[in-house]
T-cell receptor
Framework: AQTVTQSQPEMSVQEAETVTLSCTYDTSESDYYLFWYKQPPSRQMILVIRQEAYKQQNATENRFSVNFQKAAKSFSLKISDSQLGDAAMYFC??????????WGLGTSLAVNP | DTGVSQDPRHKITKRGQNVTFRCDPISEHNRLYWYRQTLGQGPEFLTY????????KSRLLSDRFSAERPKGSFSTLEIQRTEQGDSAMYLC???????????????FGQGTRLTVV
């Protein structure tokens, strides 16, 4: 079975600084997708960034980028120039052949002014 | 299109009562998913539909839980004889299909928070 592990329950960063959230996963599938979702206190899940496993290039979305290490099954999220609005729970998620999402436990990110 | 909508946003019920939640996905999306999220945890998969067909159910989904998606549009999740352990946020998500790239993205509703007292 596929699993997703986020080993950092809480992280904090100073406004305008850079922070990296860690995620590892386990799977025997070759075709899969990895995601980072953000869940603010309002609790609606919002997609931050997506990575297709067959792509070697790391995904980037504005201030958000990933470091995808397929052999190591690692998928970390880097947030540059952190803003107060980035404060939220961040979930790493895996989607395999059936496209259902397998989730990590989340990392609570605090942004300090 | 206003995205995925869920109704109600909050539900308080007495133990033993039945409750039903509704999810309206984004109109052109074929896939619809239900997840459950308890405080401090990541979401857990419950079930999903491809159009009107329910393709997979989690072992978490006991016999008290039933989900439907008539005509492949909106979906309902019913919990019979609710228990305190059912208290959670129930999230609905939809996605375009099972293709590559953007078709894998799931869009979430705001969830229904269930409290069983």
């Amino acid at each position: 079975a596929q699993t997703v592990t986020q080993s950092q329950p809480e992280m904090s960063v100073q406004e305008a600084e850079t922070v990296t959230l860690s995620c590892t996963y386990d799977t025997s599938e070759s075709d899969y997708y990895l995601f980072w979702y953000k869940q603010p206190p309002s609790r609606q899940m919002i997609l931050v960034i997506r990575q297709e496993a067959y792509k070697q290039q790391n995904a980037t979305e504005n201030r958000f980028s990933v470091n995808f290490q397929k052999a190591a099954k690692s998928f970390s999220l880097k947030i540059s120039d952190s803003q107060l609005g980035d404060a939220a729970m961040y979930f790493c998620a895996y989607a395999g052949n059936n496209r259902k999402l397998i989730w990590g436990l989340g990392t609570s990110l605090a942004v300090n002014p | 299109d206003t995205g995925v909508s869920q109704d109600p946003r909050h539900k308080i019920t007495k133990r033993g009562q039945n409750v039903t939640f509704r999810c309206d996905p984004i109109s052109e999306h074929n896939r619809l998913y239900w997840y459950r999220q308890t405080l401090g945890q990541g979401p857990e998969f419950l079930t999903y539909f491809q159009n009107e067909a329910q393709l997979e159910k989690s072992r978490l989904l006991s016999d008290r839980f039933s989900a439907e998606r008539p005509k492949g549009s909106f979906s309902t999740l019913e919990i019979q004889r609710t228990e305190q352990g059912d208290s959670a946020m129930y999230l609905c998500a939809s996605s375009p299909g099972n293709g590559r790239g953007g078709n894998t993205e799931a869009f979430f509703g705001q969830g229904t928070r269930l409290t069983v007292v």
